[in-house]
């Protein structure tokens, strides 16, 4: 019923800067959230941060000095501004969306195809 396309990955050097983003389409009755998470190769997938329709964003300690998540609400579009970005933030990165599909108060979780974020010189 939804469907994330991410976009905004790429190699980029060490202290440079990233802009994610993620846009929801298909048939829902509400987002709650939209978030961002991380995995590593070998390493289990990670908390970037999150952004609920109805409250503050919030963010991993690892990236909550150099990251910023924001919304366009009437797009249903999230996106992750990373500057300052390091060799260990080098991961696939995913969006993940929070929906009540129907309007029924239960909700489903969808993840986009990821993005290869690579931090190197």
């Known amino acids: 019923q939804v469907q994330l396309v991410e976009s905004g990955g790429g190699l980029v050097q060490p202290g440079g800067s990233l802009r994610l983003s993620c846009a929801a389409s298909?048939?829902?009755?509400?987002?709650?959230?939209m978030n961002w998470y991380r995995q590593a190769p070998g390493k289990q997938r990670e908390f970037v941060a999150a952004?609920?329709?109805?409250?503050?964003?919030n963010y991993a300690d690892s990236v909550k000095d150099r990251f910023t998540i924001s919304r366009d609400n009437a797009k249903n579009t999230v996106y992750l501004q990373m500057n300052s970005l390091k060799p260990e933030d080098t991961a696939v990165y995913y969006c993940?969306?929070?929906?009540?599909?129907?309007?029924?108060?239960?909700?489903?979780?969808?993840w986009g195809q990821g993005t290869q974020v690579t931090v190197s010189s």
């Open positions: 993940n969306v929070v929906v009540d599909a129907v309007g029924s108060g239960r909700t489903r979780n969808y």
């Open positions: 298909g048939t829902f009755f509400r987002i709650y959230s």
């Open positions: 952004f609920p329709f109805s409250g503050s964003a």
